[in-house]
């Protein structure tokens, strides 16, 4: 990352006014967490970074590596659905606190359930949602997994439901529920089929093996493979670039990819989705952006410079100071 991002993500977070301590321990490695607590009982922690238009859902019980509940299924649902109302964020990222992703749902909760009950917990559970909480959700903006240690059974189900996945090389995931005899029932067998085909996902599916994050990016499960200790600030950097880009046309591309891979029954009803749901975007950002390539030269080369982010006046302050400094070096040599 570089200096700039890493100086404006700190100052943001240390701004956050949804941060329960006046400042955060600071780590190049981009992890800007809150010190894990047995006592805390904030089993979701909800990180608006409003300068970068991002927000950061992190799973925090740490002591159960961080499986979910109801109750925590019932936040995590919550802080989803804010994140997809509020029009002043265009990507989230989830991560699990305490050097884990998840490792599903809560099988002590489960195994509390009187089988003459089941029926009605299930239903309260997945009447309008997941057991996981958000799995059932169908977002309009991207989202970006972080996943660290354990990752999986439902744990991983919620990191097939992001867009993206960033996947530090330590981590472990897989269908570990195989092994209770617990169903996938928060999407994993619909989505994982159409990321990495279905040969692949049932060798998965059918042994519950777990695989490492090198397995996972040749099967096209993860994107990015990240150094331990760094996946959240990639995945944060990354979340940051995507917010960045003009959003019309992102969300109509995205959603276009959604319905011909999830929705569409032909090739000519994907095509004709496509450019219904496109066509407006060219007279609001498509005509603005080849402008700013014909005009300006932006994007040239391949550049993403299209969408600068204004500076900051301590940055033109300090490219001032540097500025006068190299002329007082060219007078003092003359």
């Not at 979910?68 to 990507?91: G, H, I, M, P, R």
């Not at 005509?287 to 040239?300: N, T």
Request: aromatic share 6%; net charge neutral.
């Amino acid at each position: 990352m570089s200096r700039s991002f890493i100086s404006r993500l700190s100052r943001s977070l240390i701004k956050s006014k949804n941060s329960n301590r006046a400042s955060r321990p600071f780590s190049t490695t981009g992890i800007f967490r809150d010190d894990i607590s047995s006592e805390d009982n904030v089993t979701v922690k909800v990180e608006k970074m409003e300068e970068f238009k991002i927000v950061c859902i992190g799973i925090n019980r740490p002591a159960k590596r961080n499986c979910v509940n109801k109750v925590t299924a019932e936040k995590l649902y919550d802080a989803f659905s804010d994140f997809e109302n509020d029009d002043s964020l265009n990507c989230a990222v989830l991560h699990g606190l305490g050097g884990n992703f998840s490792a599903g749902y809560d099988l002590g909760e489960l195994a509390k359930i009187e089988k003459e009950d089941i029926a009605n917990e299930l239903a309260c559970l997945m009447m309008d949602r997941g057991p996981m909480g958000p799995t059932r959700m169908e977002f309009t903006k991207p989202v970006v997994a972080s996943i660290s240690g354990y990752c999986v059974a439902g744990g991983l189900e919620l990191a097939l439901m992001c867009d993206l996945r960033v996947m530090e090389e330590s981590a472990k995931t897989g269908f570990l529920n195989r092994r209770f005899g617990v169903p996938l029932i928060d999407g994993g067998s619909v989505r994982l089929p159409e990321l990495i085909g279905l040969s692949r996902a049932l060798d998965l599916i059918i042994t519950g093996r777990m695989i490492e994050a090198k397995e996972a990016m040749q099967m096209g499960l993860v994107n990015r493979v990240a150094k331990v200790g760094t996946a959240y600030g990639q995945s944060v950097q990354l979340a940051t670039e995507i917010a960045r880009l003009p959003q019309e046309c992102l969300r109509a591309d995205r959603a276009s990819a959604i319905h011909a891979t999830f929705a569409s029954k032909s090739l000519e009803g994907s095509l004709q989705f496509e450019s219904d749901n496109a066509i407006h975007v060219i007279s609001k950002e498509s005509l603005v952006g080849a402008r700013k390539f014909v005009k300006e030269g932006l994007g040239r080369q391949g550049k993403f410079n299209v969408n600068p982010v204004e500076k900051e006046s301590w940055e033109i302050e300090h490219e001032a100071m540097k500025l006068q400094a190299n002329e007082a070096d060219k007078e003092k040599m003359s």
